[in-house]
């Protein structure tokens, strides 16, 4: 007869069991919403929704699941972002494959996606429905620029897209995410330090970005799966954290088509800075944005 300790290491666990045991570490280790955060790894593993998770929580885990679940468990606990563990994060109804080097798309930049929109089926709409080119710049993981492109392919506008960021590691996530979804015939991706040096000098008629915009000092009190995480370079804005937006309002100018637009993603409480920066270097219509808080945190401006 098997002993005590050998009877509890081979016994089966019931989901909801784990589920539970799961939150209570991730409480522990002041994770927001542990309950929730411990289903969503174990949709994950478990290759389930939600949906059925919630429905099965009597279900009994084998052995091997219980080992993986109990690994992610133990990265999550150590504040790893859920998005690293599980290699991918929704954003504007699509999951983009993200990690290690490359920032995490938030729902906030969803704005930019919804203003960008509009403008370019205005453009579309008003100018003979010529063909358009955007470059996303700071693209990271490529969230922005590849979902412009596919919802505008939707609208039936036709589009160019390029890619741009200083980070070779993020641009493996860009490169992925092209290929997943499917837009290797549209979409280029250039390493450089904000403007790609064409071969045919292109000039844009929108340009997106989402810089870092954190001021230096105020990195150190993020939360902790930001700090130890999330990489520096996507997060550091510099002294006061409009570093780059000095640059893309100073420099657009000369990558831009006539009448073309600049469309940025900034802190809630950069609004009045940037403006000021917009109107200071000579743009045109320059018009904020509020997020899903109310807060501002779109600046558009026409060339």
């Not at 000369?254 to 800075?273: C, F, I, P, R, V």
């Amino acid at each position: 007869m098997p002993d005590k300790q050998t009877t509890t290491c081979t016994e089966q666990l019931s989901l909801k069991d784990f589920l539970q045991s799961a939150a209570d570490k991730l409480s522990q280790a002041e994770v927001y919403q542990p309950l929730m955060e411990a289903r969503y790894l174990a949709c994950s593993v478990l290759g389930l929704s939600l949906a059925q998770i919630v429905a099965k929580p009597d279900m009994h885990l084998n052995p091997s699941d219980i080992e993986r679940l109990q690994k992610i468990i133990d990265r999550r606990s150590v504040r790893e972002p859920a998005a690293y563990i599980t290699g991918k994060q929704g954003f504007y109804g699509r999951e983009f494959i993200v990690g290690k080097g490359s920032l995490i798309p938030r729902a906030d930049t969803e704005v930019l996606i919804e203003q960008v929109l509009l403008l370019a089926e205005n453009m579309w709409n008003t100018d003979s429905q010529r063909e358009l080119n955007l470059l996303d710049t700071f693209t990271g993981s490529g969230c922005v620029g590849l979902t412009l492109a596919l919802e505008l392919k939707r609208r039936n506008i036709v589009v160019n897209v390029d890619l741009a960021d200083i980070s070779s590691e993020a641009l493996t996530y860009a490169s992925d995410n092209v290929r997943e979804l499917k837009l290797t015939e549209s979409v280029r991706i250039f390493q450089t330090d904000i403007w790609p040096k064409t071969s045919n000098d292109c000039r844009w008629d929108l340009i997106t970005a989402n810089p870092p915009y954190i001021n230096s000092d105020v990195i150190p009190r993020l939360e902790l799966e930001v700090r130890e995480y999330e990489p520096l370079i996507a997060l550091d804005g510099g002294k006061d954290g409009l570093e780059f937006y000095r640059r893309l309002l100073l420099e657009a100018h000369d990558h831009l088509a006539e009448s073309g637009y600049l469309a940025m993603e900034h802190g809630y409480d950069q609004a009045e800075a940037v403006e000021d920066l917009a109107i200071n270097n000579g743009w045109q219509e320059v018009k904020q944005f509020s997020d899903y808080g109310g807060r501002p945190r779109v600046t558009i401006c026409r060339k």
